[in-house]
Each structure stands twice: as structure tokens, then as C-alpha cells.
């Protein structure tokens, strides 16, 4: 029966309605683990809520500033890529001209080389046509001797006389020819 009074003593309080005693320990208890909560706590998480905070902004922007950096550096390389293209540009059009410049000299030099080239061309043909006269004349002395030989029916034998002949034959033929060409002109 003892374990019977027992159980309507506890059947006379309410669960949920604490007791008066348990009331006062629980609300001292609580009031401890807030002001501990408020007064140690809650300034630590403060802080950590502000560096977190700090860390994201100062992560922004560097990654902010990092960007700029890039955009300058990329500003930077395009501005370099254009002057290089300048100066192929311009390497470029001083090989042209240089170009131009070496064919012009080479052509020049072509062309007094050909001048050359006739020029010793027009003396050999000159030496070898003076050498064929030349020997021409013999032959053709030669030969009008031997005809005048055979027209007056003897040898003509004196060397003096054959080279007189000659040379008047040649003399009267050189004039025919220029007769001939002054009247032609």
C-alpha cells in the first residue's frame, strides 16, 4: 500500500506545471547560461560571423581586383601585338624597297654587262672583218694579178708594180661602192 500512496501523490502533480523549487533552479540556471552565452559567446560568434563576412568581401574583391589586373595585363598584350604588327608592317615595306633597290642595281648591272658583252662583241667583229679585208685584199690582189697576167699574155713580175695594181683596183672599187650608196640614199 505504501507503493499506493506513492503513486496518488504523484497522480495529484501536474506533469507539465513544474514545481516551485524547480522552477527557481531552472530559471537560475538558465539566467547563468545566458549571461555566459551573452557575455562570452556571443562575442566570439560575432567575431567569427565578422571575419567570415571580411574573408568573403576581401575575397571579392581581390578576385575583383585580380580581374582588372587581368583586363590590364590583356590591354597590355594587345597593345604589344598591335606594335608588333606595326613593325612587321613596316619591316615588311623596307624589304620591298629594298628589294626594289637590289632589283633596279641588278638590272643596271645586267645591263651594263650586256653593254660590256656587245661592245667586246663589236670589236671582235670589227678585228675579225678588218683581218677578212685584210686577207680579202691579198686574194682579190692575187687574183687580179694572175687576170692581168693572163689578159696582156705575160706574167707581171715586179712586186712593186702587182702592189700599185692592187692597190688602184682596190682604190676604183672603194670608190664604185661609195658612188653607189650616195646614190642610193
Partial sequence: MAHMAHAIVLADQNPIVPNGPELILGAFAFAVVFVAFWWKLLPNIQKTLAERSDAIEGGIKRAEEAEAAARALQEQHRAELDQARQEAAQFRQQAQ?????????????GQRQREAIVAAG?????????????????E???LAIDLAGRIVG?????EARQRRIVDRFLEDLEARATEAEQASA
Fill in 140 to 142: 682579190l690582189g692575187t
Fill in 97 to 109: 624597297e629594298q628589294g626594289a633597290v637590289i632589283i633596279r642595281e641588278m638590272r643596271e648591272e
Fill in 122 to 138: 663589236q670589236a671582235q667583229i670589227e678585228s675579225e672583218a678588218e683581218t677578212v679585208r685584210s686577207s680579202l685584199k691579198q
Fill in 154 to 158: 705575160e706574167t707581171v713580175a715586179d
